[in-house]
């Protein structure tokens, strides 16, 4: 501040020296009241003089200082006399920095300042500041001695808890009105250095914690400010104001604090009513943000919590990822959740359509754990055996697997088991033979499934003996056959995917559509394989052998397979494969289809031949006239044993041999006549054609 100097109007001449009368100025005569203990006073004056500066339309800054100086001085004696309330008002108007009276709050700002900072303060209020080193020092200096002595005294403790408040709550109300008067004349935060409105805004903000003015903290939090997160997270956190750090971290863009709050709270590891579903503000956060980082970080976490929600998010954009990295994302998980693991691997393989053998297999070993696990329980267990000894006494052609999904009651048993048979059924990358292996000891139970992995072996005589004498299912049996191998119908797999909301399961009897092709609805019936009529053939005759070997009791079906797939047997192998103690009507149906077959075809044979030899007749005669014209080459028989003569004109002779050129003697006259035809027919006696231009016969 520049010195203060008084303004003198009147000067005394003498004969050695120039003498001015002086007025005391305003800082003199405050700084007078102030020794005098008169701070009413110096008050008075010092509102008397604002009133005036306020007045003038421009602002002399001397004066202004002069201003700000008594102000100062007046609000640090007060403060220095337990006048809380009296020293924030003045300290106020006298514009003090801030961070000179926080620094008598060392509870406040902890490591906001710095021992190279500084603020700019008037010297001589520098040197007039209480020499204390905090606010509880001057309290406790100004308290009276009282028996036994001041610090333990009932009233003297009483009187330091009255002072040490209304020194937080003038603190609290200086900070506010200080930060309302910036937004208005710095609303860029741009005059004042930027670590006095961290130091404002921080302490102010942890005045409103231990204050409990949570709504008035949350306005601080959604205006602009320059809260330090470090000095403000713990206060928060042991206030228990856990909304309000999420709603400060969230304007921040502290992204991974604010998840980890949620957790802690989704977790039950800290409480408040106010954040009413934690876990539901991560996935949607999650889902928004779209970070591959964070989801991936805290959706392994989620999993634990709500595994579909969390394999949701996961998986969610994931159409590009290296196979690495989803190996590695699935042994996470599995290691957190391994029921969420299954259903990532379910993603992987059903609707990612993974080709890698390795998930494969893992997942068809899960699907078999889950399904003996299902046939383990008792009741399950019963209820399937049920099943199989209804469905072979109601001699239904109803095929098993719908009979049974139609049948047995909805159940995450049943729901298991259908997964299970329609994945053993359309994967064709998982290994066979351990399945196969612990599917035998249930053989009775288990008939299905077993004659599914006996079929990918190719032992077909053993899965279809399995369909027919253990499940008495002759229409997957017959199937089987149609299909080339395979126990359930692409047909029925879509079916039961639609029923029970399976489709990822159905989807997989289609072959994987390479990208930008559409799936049509037809698409779905479509295999990948080809079953060729000799396979078909093939299996029909083991399906009848198997049917033979059941004796006399299987004869109805094997009538029904003799005429429903006869085309694909041979009648000779049939008989020759028919016992001879077999009734006659059991054959009578396939040998008249048979036998009408064969004569039909015969028929057949002797229509077309008909038919080509008529037609050979009319292009015989249709050509003839164009043959008669254009004339012939005839050749002799010619002796091996004769020699070459001398050629002369168009005959030639070859031993006993003559070869007449009518052809080229009749064309050789109409050149000279001019009347020769374009592409003129050639004909020889073996049948063959040749064709010729007007430049010559070729």
């Known amino acids: 501040m520049k010195s203060s100097t008084s303004r003198s109007n009147v000067l005394v001449l003498g004969s050695n020296a120039v003498y001015s009368l002086l007025p005391s100025t305003l800082i003199a005569q405050v700084e007078a009241l102030l020794d005098a203990h008169r701070i009413e006073d110096a008050v008075d004056m010092a509102d008397q003089q604002r009133r005036k500066v306020e007045a003038q339309l421009t602002v002399d800054e001397e004066e202004a200082d002069e201003l700000r100086y008594v102000y100062q001085r007046i609000g640090f004696q007060c403060f220095a006399e337990t006048l809380f309330d009296d020293a924030g008002r003045h300290l106020f108007h006298g514009e003090l920095d801030p961070r000179a009276l926080i620094s008598y709050y060392p509870e406040y700002y902890d490591s906001l300042f710095h021992l190279d900072e500084s603020i700019d303060l008037f010297s001589g209020v520098a040197e007039r500041m209480p020499t204390e080193e905090s606010i509880d020092d001057i309290i406790r200096n100004y308290s009276p001695h009282l028996a036994p002595n001041t610090r333990t005294a009932p009233p003297a403790v009483e009187l330091r808890a009255v002072l040490k408040m209304a020194a937080t709550d003038m603190l609290r109300s200086f900070l506010r009105k200080w930060r309302r008067k910036r937004r208005l004349d710095d609303p860029g935060g741009t005059i004042k250095p930027k670590a006095l409105y961290q130091a404002v805004d921080t302490v102010l903000a942890r005045l409103y914690v231990e204050s409990d003015e949570k709504s008035e903290l949350l306005i601080l939090i959604h205006e602009p400010n320059d809260i330090l997160m470090s000095e403000v997270e713990p206060a928060l956190v042991t206030a228990k104001w856990f909304n309000a750090l999420c709603q400060l971290y969230q304007i921040r863009g502290e992204d991974a604090k604010l998840l980890d709050v949620w957790s802690r709270l989704a977790a039950g590891e800290w409480i408040d009513p106010e954040v009413e579903d934690p876990l539901s503000n991560m996935f949607t956060f999650l889902n928004e943000k779209k970070d591959r980082a964070l989801i991936r970080q805290w959706g392994v976490w989620l999993t634990k919590q709500d595994s579909e929600r969390a394999i949701k998010l996961l998986t969610s954009g994931r159409k590009h990822n290296r196979q690495e990295d989803d190996f590695a994302l699935l042994q996470q998980i599995q290691e957190s959740n391994p029921a969420a693991a299954l259903q990532f691997l379910e993603h992987l393989v059903l609707r990612k359509r993974s080709q890698n053998a390795a998930l494969h297999v893992q997942l068809a070993t899960l699907y078999v754990d889950q399904l003996l696990s299902c046939v383990s329980d008792e009741a399950t267990s019963k209820l399937w055996r049920a099943k199989v000894s209804s469905y072979s006494s109601s001699q239904t052609n109803v095929p098993f697997l719908s009979y049974f999904a ?293």
């Open 406 to 698: 139609s049948t047995t009651p909805d159940s995450d048993s049943k729901r298991t088991r259908l997964k299970t048979i329609l994945f053993l059924q359309a994967s064709e990358l998982y290994d066979v033979e351990p399945i196969r292996t612990r599917l035998q000891d249930y053989e009775k139970l288990l008939s299905l499934e077993l004659s599914i992995v006996e079929g990918k072996l190719g032992h077909d005589r053993s899965a279809l003996s399995i369909l027919v004498h253990t499940l008495h299912d002759s229409s997957s049996a017959e199937a089987y056959c149609t299909l080339g191998g395979e126990v359930v119908p692409a047909k029925t797999a879509q079916s039961l995917g639609e029923r029970f909301s399976l489709q990822s399961w159905a989807a997989l009897f289609v072959p994987p559509v390479s990208a930008g092709k559409a799936k049509s609805s037809a698409a779905f019936m479509k295999r990948q394989k080809s079953v060729s009529e000799e396979r078909k053939r093939e299996l029909t005759r083991i399906l009848l052998e198997v049917y033979m070997s059941g004796g006399e009791a299987m004869s109805g079906r094997t009538a029904q397979l003799l005429a429903a797939q006869g085309m694909n047997l041979d009648v000779v192998d049939v008989l020759s494969l028919i016992p001879p103690e077999w009734p006659l009507r059991v054959l009578s149906s396939f040998l008249e289809r048979s036998f009408r077959r064969t004569l039909h075809t015969r028929h057949e044979g002797q229509i077309i031949k008909s038919i080509a030899a008529s037609e050979n007749l009319a292009v015989a005669e249709r050509t003839w006239l164009i043959l008669r014209e254009q004339g012939a080459i005839v050749e002799e028989a010619v002796d091996d044993d004769g020699e070459d003569d001398e050629k002369s004109g168009s005959e030639k002779a070859v031993g006993l041999g003559l070869e007449l050129d009518e052809k080229t003697a009749l064309l050789n006259a109409r050149v000279e006549e001019g009347k020769v035809r374009e592409n003129v027919v050639d004909v020889e006696p073996e049948g063959r054609m040749f064709y010729s231009d007007n430049s010559g016969l070729t």
